[in-house]
Nanobody, 129 residues
Framework: EVQLVESGGGLVQAGGSLRLSCAAS????????IGWFRQAPGKEREGVSC????????YVADAVKGRFTIYSDNAKNTVYVQMNSLKPEDTAVYYC??????????????????????WGQGTQVTVSS
């Protein structure tokens, strides 16, 4: 059974930093992509950043480019997103997800409905002004 456990969310002041972790287990596929998504109250879930285990390709949404960095520790089966210079508009529930259809991530693949994703429970990130 695929399991994704997110951690690292919390309350931070604007300009601060957080690092989210996504620990993955329960699958043996070598080719997969892990993504971070977020959903703010009253808004649709959106892709934040994705990374491929196959070729190491990454995608970062324009809204967070230059502030968020995604990277993986394959030995720990964990993917991280380092979030710097946080803004109040980054406040959302952040979800980690994995899919097994993508080799090279791209803007059109890092979307909630692009392919069947397996989802984690989410972690709340709140940025105060």
């Amino acid at each position: 059974e695929v399991q994704l456990v997110e951690s690292g969310g919390g309350l931070v002041q604007a300009g601060g930093s957080l690092r989210l972790s996504c620990a993955a287990s329960g699958f043996t596929f070598d080719d997969y992509a892990i993504g971070w998504f977020r959903q703010a109250p009253g808004k649709e879930r959106e892709g934040v950043s994705c990374i491929s285990s196959s070729d190491g390709s990454t995608y970062v949404a324009d809204a967070v480019k230059g502030r968020f960095t995604i990277y993986s520790d394959n030995a720990k089966n964990t993917v991280y997103v380092q979030m710097n210079s946080l803004k109040p508009e980054d406040t959302a529930v952040y979800y980690c997800a994995v899919e097994f259809d993508t080799i090279t991530v791209a803007p059109h693949t890092c979307r909630p409905g692009a392919t069947p994703w397996y989802w984690g429970q989410g972690t709340q990130v709140t940025v105060s002004s």
